[in-house]
């Protein structure tokens, strides 16, 4: 046997609560329930609103990041460029000089065509990051708070409309204890409801607007994604680039190395540096030279074999320059609509709500004038402020809206 269900008397006392604030606003007053109803799904379309602007916020946060490291990228391709010219500028000397010259010249080729690569690129991104980015960052940064400002307006305005309907349900059901007074009120409540349409139509276009914003903050994916791409792409080069490096150091300090032989046939001892063997082998003694030669040629294979390298450019070049085409019109592209929908949240949302406390229904005041039902006492007044007289208590010509900064 099922347990019976006991309804108690708080069970009932909510539900009678819940069922006299539905139907607050009487049946005879169509245009004041259809205001009501209306005022209830903006209450609503305000938390969604409110809802996006945060996770739109959010999404904000996420691209002014990515741009903070495009912008660290644009600073490794700069960094590069400038090793890879350093590189080659040490190579240079060894150009000339036999036994060495044929590797030294290839890898400097190898070098200059790579460097070639990334030094029109870095002309790219430095324009980029000083006309694009670091702009972007910055407009980024007034957009994550123009949301933030946003959300805190949105919920002051939902506070406002609650405000409002409750307003709105207590003067609808004092009107309608006065005769003729539920016709009158319910034509000042038509001729609020096209106000009432209009905040309805600026959420939709201001939630239109955070969708165009989204938008655009989607298509900097791509280029963001080719800067890191290069970025990481850089870090791998330069792992290469380095043996290189090291071995360019190495091959100077070879060279710079002294040879000392004995003269045959003479307690003179004779002194050269490598490069002086293989560049000036005329201030070398003819009987000496053969076995310095030798000497200097078995110091220098370790180092020439390091030397002989093949270095790629790293991979990414061509679709960050690519990207870097669509960056200047995805910016301005989202910089105007950020612009507009912080017009939209600054400005034309205030200003509808504003405009309601001037066409807000209102008690017509032949209806006001004479006396009236005792009314509870205003929210905030004390018995001190209102004292008992034997005159009927005066009521309130219409309600008070407040309007939410």
Same mark, same amino acid.
């Given at each position: 046997m099922k347990p019976a269900i006991v309804l108690t008397l708080p069970?009932?006392?909510?539900? $009678?609560?819940? %069922?006299?604030?539905a139907a607050s606003i009487p049946t005879n007053m169509p245009e004041t329930r259809a205001i009501d109803s209306d005022l209830a799904r903006i209450e609503k379309e305000c938390q969604t609103l409110q809802t996006r602007l945060n996770q739109l916020r959010q999404q904000v946060k996420t691209a002014r990041d990515g741009v903070t490291?495009?912008?660290?990228?644009?600073?490794?391709? @700069?960094?590069t460029d400038e090793r890879l010219k350093t590189l080659i500028d040490n190579l240079a000397p060894y150009t000339s000089i036999p036994k060495v010259r044929t590797i030294a010249r290839t890898l400097r080729k190898n070098l200059q065509r790579v460097q070639e690569q990334?030094?029109?690129?870095?002309?790219? %991104?430095?324009?980029?990051?000083?006309?694009?980015?670091?702009?972007?960052k910055d407009r980024l940064r007034e957009l994550e708070q123009s949301t933030l400002g946003g959300e805190v307006k949105l919920a002051g305005?939902? @506070?406002?409309?609650?405000?409002?309907?409750?307003?709105?349900?207590?003067?609808?059901?004092?009107?309608?204890?006065?005769?003729?007074?539920?016709?009158?009120?319910?034509?000042t409540s038509r001729l609020a409801r096209p106000t009432v349409r209009s905040i309805s139509n600026v959420l939709t276009d201001t939630r239109q607007s955070v969708d165009r914003?989204?938008?655009?903050? %989607?298509?900097?994916?791509?280029?963001?994604?080719?800067?890191?791409?290069?970025?990481?792409?850089?870090?791998?080069?330069?792992?290469?680039?380095?043996?290189?490096?090291? %071995?360019?150091?190495?091959?100077?300090?070879?060279?710079?190395? @002294?040879?000392?032989?004995?003269?045959?046939?003479?307690?003179?001892?004779?002194?050269?540096?490598?490069?002086?063997?293989?560049?000036?082998?005329?201030?070398?003694?003819?009987?000496?030279?053969?076995?310095?030669?030798?000497?200097?040629?078995?110091?220098?294979?370790?180092?020439?074999?390091?030397?002989?390298?093949?270095?790629?450019?790293?991979?990414?070049? $061509?679709?960050?320059?690519?990207?870097?085409?669509?960056?200047?019109?995805?910016?301005?592209?989202?910089?105007?609509?950020?612009?507009?929908?912080?017009?939209?949240?600054?400005?034309?949302?205030?200003?509808?709500?504003?405009?309601?406390?001037r066409v807000q229904p209102r008690m017509p005041s032949h209806l006001t004038s004479g006396p009236q039902p005792p009314t509870r006492p205003v929210v905030g007044e004390s018995p001190s402020q209102n004292p008992p007289s034997s005159r009927p208590t005066p009521v309130r010509k219409f309600p008070v809206m407040f309007i939410q900064p």
């Amino acid at each position: 046997m099922k347990p019976a269900i006991v309804l108690t008397l708080p069970f009932l006392l909510a539900f $009678a609560a819940t %069922t006299l604030k539905a139907a607050s606003i009487p049946t005879n007053m169509p245009e004041t329930r259809a205001i009501d109803s209306d005022l209830a799904r903006i209450e609503k379309e305000c938390q969604t609103l409110q809802t996006r602007l945060n996770q739109l916020r959010q999404q904000v946060k996420t691209a002014r990041d990515g741009v903070t490291h495009a912008i660290d990228a644009t600073k490794a391709i @700069k960094a590069t460029d400038e090793r890879l010219k350093t590189l080659i500028d040490n190579l240079a000397p060894y150009t000339s000089i036999p036994k060495v010259r044929t590797i030294a010249r290839t890898l400097r080729k190898n070098l200059q065509r790579v460097q070639e690569q990334i030094h029109t690129l870095r002309k790219k %991104t430095d324009k980029a990051e000083k006309d694009v980015l670091r702009p972007a960052k910055d407009r980024l940064r007034e957009l994550e708070q123009s949301t933030l400002g946003g959300e805190v307006k949105l919920a002051g305005y939902r @506070k406002t409309i609650s405000s409002w309907r409750h307003d709105l349900q207590t003067t609808a059901s004092r009107a309608n204890s006065i005769p003729g007074g539920a016709a009158a009120f319910d034509a000042t409540s038509r001729l609020a409801r096209p106000t009432v349409r209009s905040i309805s139509n600026v959420l939709t276009d201001t939630r239109q607007s955070v969708d165009r914003v989204g938008k655009n903050l %989607t298509q900097w994916n791509d280029p963001i994604r080719a800067f890191m791409t290069m970025d990481q792409s850089l870090d791998s080069f330069e792992r290469k680039l380095a043996p290189a490096e090291k %071995t360019a150091a190495k091959l100077q300090k070879t060279l710079g190395k @002294k040879l000392s032989i004995k003269i045959p046939f003479s307690k003179k001892t004779v002194s050269f540096s490598i490069r002086d063997i293989l560049e000036k082998p005329g201030k070398v003694l003819g009987v000496v030279l053969k076995p310095l030669e030798k000497l200097a040629d078995k110091l220098l294979q370790p180092v020439l074999k390091e030397l002989k390298l093949e270095i790629k450019a790293p991979s990414g070049i $061509a679709n960050l320059n690519s990207e870097l085409n669509q960056l200047p019109s995805i910016e301005a592209s989202l910089r105007r609509e950020a612009n507009q929908l912080k017009q939209q949240i600054t400005t034309r949302l205030q200003q509808i709500i504003q405009n309601w406390s001037r066409v807000q229904p209102r008690m017509p005041s032949h209806l006001t004038s004479g006396p009236q039902p005792p009314t509870r006492p205003v929210v905030g007044e004390s018995p001190s402020q209102n004292p008992p007289s034997s005159r009927p208590t005066p009521v309130r010509k219409f309600p008070v809206m407040f309007i939410q900064p």
